[in-house]
């Protein structure tokens, strides 16, 4: 694994990539020193997978007469991973905040959520999506993609949605942003 830039090295190479006194109109370096790697990109991504089996009628029925209730149940179960990652940061109010709409707006697809059956699946998807440059036309940002599946006992899929929300750096720090994207990949089996 390459070694990853602290944010005061972060800072200084995006100061003198977007420094425009440093390059030839052609693109060329004239800056001091040695040319930086302007166009080198920290990319990390990770996934959070949640499932909830059907194993039975009953446990069909529960779903479906709660359905909502479940739904907020896996959001909970989310936002304790989201809390997990983010709690050494001492984040403010407001990045707090930023992180709970992200948490909010993932989870929105669940808005619909499906009528499971005996023998069906209910899996999300959770995808954080980190990258960074320091070149000013590179994106700074997390992307999170949700994806919500129902499948009937052979395996078909009988619902689907998909969300996709993207912070840039800033809107979230972007330490907190790295970390949400390099936890290890997790599954979770949810009880109905």
């Known amino acids: ?19 425009v006194d440093n390059w030839t109109a052609m693109g060329l370096w004239k800056g001091y020193g040695k040319e930086p790697n302007c166009y080198n990109a920290e990319k990390h991504k990770t996934t959070l997978t949640l499932i909830t089996d059907f194993k039975n009628q009953q446990d069909a029925d529960k779903w479906n007469s709660k359905v909502d209730k479940q739904v907020r149940y896996k959001g909970y179960a989310v936002g304790t991973l989201v809390a997990a990652i983010t709690a050494p940061y001492n984040l403010s109010v407001l990045q707090n905040t930023v992180l709970a709409i992200a948490q909010g707006e993932t989870l929105a697809s669940f808005s619909k959520a499906p009528k499971a059956k005996e023998g069906s699946k209910f899996i999300v998807i959770i995808t954080y999506d980190y990258q960074w440059s320091p070149h000013p036309a590179y994106r700074k940002s997390l992307k999170i993609e949700t994806r919500s599946v129902m499948v009937d006992i052979t395996g078909k899929g009988t619902y689907e949605s998909k969300s996709v929300e993207e912070f840039y750096i800033g809107e979230i720090p972007d330490s907190v942003a790295r970390a949400m994207s390099m936890a290890p990949q997790q599954l979770f089996r949810v009880e109905p």
Request: glycine share 0%.
């Open 1 to 19: 694994m390459p070694r990853l830039l602290t944010a005061d090295e972060k800072e200084a190479l995006r100061k003198v990539c977007s420094e």
